[in-house]
């Protein structure tokens, strides 16, 4: 018996039936487009010994990149729903490194470790606003610290029919309803944002 998946997860569910956990699975669109959104993530706030949490890891390729740009968390956790990723992430048996299987839109108390950053990198990318900003609030109400993630901000990047974008001015005011510490950086590449909500 199979059960229908939300439509948030079913992309990525589609793409592994035909990557496994190769790239492709990830729905970036290169290797080079997801560094450079990696590095304004990590611009955005210094995770030196701090406990961060990656909501939808992936392959755990945000740790990994951390590590190999000597950026070191105190310790890291995964929350991923593809089984596929799950395993991949798990099999590089990265330091200080924990992967949670599990829908953090369905289960957002998967989000609630005590971790001081949470990171969103690309995960919000096939929400409607709905799951969008229900999302952004359960991973700003769970950090210690702060709450950080990309987005498409603009129909440039979102020309797949799976992808959805949400206005700059729309997220940085639900933003500035959560703190009056807000940041946004979205000249590092056009159509894509990155925002940093710090607890007041």
């Known amino acids: 018996m199979t059960t229908s998946s939300p439509s948030y997860l079913e992309p990525y569910l589609t793409?592994?039936?035909?990557y496994g956990a190769g790239f492709g699975t990830l729905l970036w669109a290169s290797p080079k487009t997801q560094a450079i959104r990696f590095k304004a993530l990590l611009q955005a706030?210094?995770?030196?010994?701090?406990?961060?949490?990656?909501?939808?890891?992936?392959?755990?390729?945000f740790l990994e990149f951390m590590l190999n740009t000597h950026r070191y968390p105190r310790s890291y956790t995964g929350i991923e729903a593809v089984e596929t990723l799950v395993h991949a992430a798990e099999r590089k048996k990265?330091?200080?490194?924990?992967?949670?299987?599990?829908?953090?839109?369905?289960n957002p108390k998967l989000l609630s470790t005590s971790a001081d950053v949470l990171f969103y990198s690309g995960s919000l990318n096939t929400m409607d606003s709905k799951a969008f900003f229900s999302s952004i609030q359960a991973g700003f109400d769970a950090?210690?610290?702060?709450?950080?993630?990309n987005f498409l901000c603009s129909p440039f990047l979102a020309g797949s029919s799976h992808l959805a974008w949400h206005s700059a001015e729309e997220v940085m005011e639900f933003a500035r309803g959560l703190s009056n510490r807000v940041k946004l950086h979205d000249r590092y590449m056009r159509g894509d944002a990155t925002?940093?909500?710090f607890k007041d």
């Not at 949670?100 to 369905?106: E, I, K, P």
């Not at 950090?143 to 993630?149: D, E, G, I, K």
């Open 195 to 197: 925002v940093a909500i």
């Open 143 to 149: 950090a210690l610290q702060a709450v950080v993630f």
């Open 15 to 18: 793409a592994s039936r035909k």
């Open 45 to 61: 706030v210094d995770i030196s010994n701090l406990a961060v949490m990656d909501v939808g890891c992936g392959r755990a390729d």
């Open 94 to 106: 990265l330091p200080n490194c924990k992967i949670v299987h599990g829908d953090f839109v369905a």
